[in-house]
Nanobody
Framework: LRFSCRRWGGLVQPGGSLRLSCAAS????????VGWSRQTPGKEREGVSC????????SYSDSVLGRFTISRDTAKNTVYLQMNSLKPDDTAVYYC??????????????????WGKGTQVTVSS
């Protein structure tokens, strides 16, 4: 089970946007749930978004609802997290994860089967 998560975009200022991606090799992401959680030193880890396998039901934590959008591009075997209207308190290390059950945890819970490398996201002027 191989996959990688990466940041899309450059500098991020408050109110700006950034896109994270999770790309898979050797398996089809459509068969798994895919989600992101974030970690800030001194704070609890928070699951922020998730998409289920199959029909792709999406969910979001209250802190990002209406600003973040998770989506799947089946042709690219990639799941994206589009982050809009970013705030300084969105600054964190973001982790992509997949779950073989195809189901998402109840956010902000973040328990999933496999995890990618964290990506630092900083929102600042």
């Amino acid at each position: 089970l191989r996959f990688s998560c990466r940041r899309w975009g450059g500098l991020v200022q408050p109110g700006g946007s950034l896109r994270l991606s999770c790309a898979a090799s050797g398996f089809t992401l459509d068969d798994f749930a895919v989600g992101w959680s974030r970690q800030t030193p001194g704070k609890e880890r928070e699951g922020v978004s998730c998409i289920t396998s199959g029909d792709g039901h999406t969910s979001y934590s209250d802190s990002v609802l209406g600003r973040f959008t998770i989506s799947r591009d089946t042709a690219k075997n990639t799941v994206y997290l589009q982050m809009n209207s970013l705030k300084p308190d969105d600054t964190a290390v973001y982790y992509c994860a997949v779950d073989t059950s195809g189901l998402c945890p109840t956010l902000p819970s973040y328990g999933m089967d496999y995890w990618g490398k964290g990506t630092q996201v900083t929102v600042s002027s």
